[in-house]
Structure formats: structure tokens, C-alpha cells
């Protein structure tokens, strides 16, 4: 079964801190691996999109790795800022099927 | 920078009414969607639209739902005979092509009572 896992499933760190979030998937065939950034009660905005020939991609503070052969991604945010408040979803394209994983919630305190 | 605009932002119905939610993709895209998030739950794909037609469409897109792209800048999403299990926040996100990132609005929040 197609699935995508993130981890944790919820982090606090403190402004100015760096973080990494991790995914981990199961997913064939594969496409691209995507990472959204999603304020509450809003629509998910797009970060990255690496794909199967992609081993680090930046945005900004936003650094994202894939590891095809592990099916492993991670997320690392530096210098992190308050407005980085958001849940972060990995999602993976198996063939235009999205597959979103559940996120994770990312709160930054001052 | 183009944005997908939803309207309305908050819809309160009753159950068993018809919701007509609107989304304007942006313009020169191609490929439309429409996903819901029930409230603590993940993303969840509805359907998709090209060329005027459904491409895919997931288990929860019954008979209850349809689309319609009634002009050339318009794409909706109705639901008939409203559950309370339909509310949700329900996004359109727009693309270039399939294997495009995906622009997403900022939600329409349905309430069901």
C-alpha cells in the first residue's frame, strides 16, 4: 500500500533554531517527492519539488533532501522564524496520484 | 504573483441543501483539483480536471459531487444533499501540467449544521 509517514508528528524549537523533519515513504511508482508548507486554516504552499535524480533542492532557509534508494526525504529549516509557525507535508507523486503524508506541526516559540 | 482565489471563504448550510463552491484558477493553467481536509486529518484528493472533463476522481467523489467549469476562468464544486460529515475545508489548486507543483487557494471552510 502506497503510504507516506512523516516524523515527528508535532515540534517546538525556539526562534533562531534550526530543525530537520524527516519522511519516510512507500510509494511505486515514484514521480517526485513534494514538500508544502501549510499555515492553519489556509492552502498548502508549495516549497520543493526534488525529483528521482534530485539529492538536495533550497528554497530560501528551506533545504530539502531525497534519498531514492532508503525512500527517505527530510526538510531542514535554518534560522528558523516565527511566521515558519505551519504544519510541513511531504507529499509523493506516484504517477500524477498524490500521496500526502499527515505532516508536521511546527511551532516556533520567541 | 498569481493566486487561485476561492469564494466564499465560509459557508454555513444545512444539512440536505446544495453548496456551490467556486474557485478561479489561474489563468494559463491547464489542470484543476479539488481536495478537502477534515479538520486534524490529512489532505484528501477529490478530483481533477483537464480539458474540460473529469481525469480522475477518488472513492469519496459519489453522486453527490460534481464539477463544472462553466466559463472560461470558473471551476466549481458542488455538493448536494449536505452531510454533516462533509464539513471540511475544501481547496482548488490549479497547474501548468501534472507533474507541476500545485497552486493552491486559501480554502473555502464548509460548515455543516
Known amino acids: 500500500k502506497n503510504q507516506v509517514e512523516q516524523s515527528p508528528q508535532s515540534l517546538i524549537i525556539l526562534e533562531g533554531k534550526n530543525c530537520t523533519l524527516q519522511c519516510n515513504y512507500t510509494v511505486s511508482p515514484f514521480s517526485n517527492l513534494r514538500w508544502y508548507k501549510q499555515d492553519t486554516g489556509r492552502g498548502p504552499v508549495s516549497l520543493t519539488i526534488m525529483t528521482f535524480s534530485e539529492n538536495t533542492k533550497s528554497n530560501g532557509r528551506y533545504t530539502a533532501t531525497l534519498d531514492a534508494d532508503t525512500k527517505q526525504s527530510s526538510l531542514h529549516i535554518t534560522a528558523s522564524q516565527l511566521s515558519d509557525s505551519a504544519s510541513y507535508i511531504c507529499v509523493v507523486d506516484s504517477n500524477y496520484q498524490l500521496i500526502w503524508g499527515a505532516g508536521t506541526k511546527l511551532i516556533i516559540k520567541p | 504573483e498569481p493566486e487561485v482565489t476561492q469564494t466564499p471563504s465560509h459557508q454555513v448550510t444545512q444539512m440536505g441543501q446544495e453548496v456551490i463552491l467556486r474557485c478561479v484558477p489561474i489563468?494559463?493553467?491547464?489542470?484543476f483539483y479539488w481536495y478537502r481536509q477534515i479538520l486534524g486529518q490529512k489532505v484528501e484528493f477529490l478530483v481533477s480536471?483537464?480539458?474540460?472533463?473529469?481525469?480522475?476522481k477518488s472513492e469519496i467523489f459519489d453522486d453527490q459531487f460534481s464539477v463544472e467549469r462553466p466559463d472560461g476562468s470558473n471551476f466549481t464544486l458542488k455538493i448536494r444533499s449536505t452531510k454533516l460529515e462533509d464539513s471540511a475545508m475544501y481547496f482548488c489548486?490549479?497547474?501548468?501540467?501534472?507533474?507541476?507543483?500545485?497552486?493552491f487557494g486559501s480554502g473555502t471552510r464548509l460548515t455543516v449544521v
Open positions: 489563468s494559463n493553467h491547464l489542470y
Open positions: 489548486a490549479s497547474s501548468p501540467g501534472p507533474s507541476y507543483g500545485y497552486t
Open positions: 480536471f483537464y480539458n474540460n472533463e473529469i481525469s480522475e
